[in-house]
T-cell receptor, first 113, second 111 residues
């Protein structure tokens, strides 16, 4: 079946622009996660949804970062007034139920110039 | 070939040899551990996982060993193949849902 998909795969933004990154989880998966991966580093947790409820947003680095999952399926990660330090790969993962194995998408590479 | 912790970011092995990738985790309260493989330009791909009530788990060509006494996790890959070349990450979960990843080890398989 289809895995986790993310779009766009690549995004270049000028500093100060707003961006929106989309994640389509595996159909029926309850849990959805966003991670940020800097070059040469492991992914770092940003936020977690169970269905439409955002249960943990402790990893969001600033109030410029906002995530939503209004209908419990597709999720959007929005970054306002992008800064150069926001340049990274943003990974989305989903799992069938709480605390199950997480399946990752291919990521969106964001470059802020 | 063998790496120690995640301080050696690159491990080179000959095709057909066994590989051992090591990981020191941080939290003794972690209850779940997982190894991911990440190829260039792709997202992490699940390899094998283990819960804290186990000390060994085997999959196809891979084995994960967990030593809770010294907070050490290792991934053994038997008969390493060129397709195994990638960055390998260990991750731990501390009772919640989010995973905490290590910095990764680059595995290079030489022909």
């Amino acid at each position: 079946g289809a895995g986790v998909s993310q779009s766009p795969r690549y995004k270049v933004a000028k500093r100060g622009q707003d961006v929106a990154l989309r994640c389509d989880p595996i159909s029926g998966h309850v849990s959805l996660f966003w991670y940020q991966q800097a070059l040469g580093q492991g992914p770092e947790f940003l936020t977690y949804f169970q269905n439409e409820a955002q249960l943990d947003k402790s990893g969001l680095p600033s109030d410029r970062f906002f995530a939503e999952r209004p209908e419990g399926s597709v999720s959007t990660l929005k970054i306002q007034r992008t800064q150069q330090e926001d340049s990274a790969v943003y990974l989305c993962a989903s799992s069938p139920r709480d605390r199950d194995e997480q399946y990752f998408g291919p990521g969106t590479r964001l470059t802020v110039t | 070939g063998e790496s120690v912790g995640l301080h050696l970011p690159t491990l080179s092995v000959q095709e057909g040899d066994n590989s051992i990738i090591n990981c020191a985790y941080s939290n003794s309260a972690s209850d779940y551990f997982i190894w991911y493989k990440q190829e260039s330009g792709k997202g992490p791909q699940f390899i094998i996982d283990i819960r804290s009530n186990m000390d060994k788990r085997q999959g196809q060509r891979v084995t994960v060993l967990l030593n809770k006494t010294v907070k050490h996790l290792s991934l053994q890959i038997a008969a390493t193949q060129p397709g195994d070349s990638a960055v390998y990450f260990c991750a731990e979960r501390k009772g919640g849902n989010k995973l905490t990843f290590g910095t990764g080890t680059q595995l290079k398989v030489e022909l």
